[in-house]
């Protein structure tokens, strides 16, 4: 990413939110931009190395390059440097494969749905209370709010379309 805002070409190092577009409520996106960027955040904050990076101000900012293209609203992401404006590439790399990571184990453990809507087995156990995994089930719950949300980085994807979730 330069630090005119606009994306270099190989994106390895960002973020991709897209939201099919139409009239989407400003309460709701709103909503998702803060639980985004607080679970963003805490992945960042969980990953050792560079959790010295939120020790003290200045904190990295983090930034959203938004596109749309063709129907649909892409929102590019990526932490940068709050002093040099330069993007923070191993940073975004750790911390965005971290919450995808967490937010596929977080959707596994879900309850899953039998044929006729009801669950056919109850919600895994889990020991991990952790800050991230509280502000990934938040987040989850507000991209539902949003009809069909595809989340990815570095290859993998995770699609919310409704109560139906995919993993890619």
């Known amino acids: 990413m330069e630090t005119d805002g606009r994306p270099v ?3 390895q190092h960002l973020l991709e939110v897209v939201l099919d577009t139409g009239y989407l409520s400003v309460s709701n996106v709103s909503s998702l931009l803060r639980t985004l960027q607080a679970a963003l955040r805490a992945a960042a904050r969980a990953s050792d190395p560079s959790h010295d990076l ?4 200045p904190y990295p900012a983090l930034r959203v390059w938004a ?3 063709e129907d649909r609203l892409v929102l590019r992401l990526a932490f940068f440097d709050p002093l040099e404006a330069d993007p923070l ?3 975004c790399k750790m911390a965005f494969t971290l919450f995808l990571d967490r937010l596929i184990e977080l959707i596994k453990r879900l309850p899953q749905r039998g044929l006729w809507g009801e669950s056919v087995a109850g919600a895994q156990t889990t020991t991990d209370d952790s800050e991230v995994t509280r502000r ?3 987040l989850r719950i507000e991209i539902r709010r949003l009809g069909r949300v ?3 980085f570095a290859g993998r994807w995770v699609v919310f379309e409704s109560d139906r979730v995919e993993l890619g």
């Open 9 to 11: 070409e190989d994106g």
């Open 67 to 69: 596109m749309p293209e």
């Open 150 to 152: 595809r989340v990815g």
């Open 54 to 57: 939120f020790a003290e101000p």
């Open 89 to 91: 590439e191993s940073l």
């Open 136 to 138: 990934l089930d938040r």
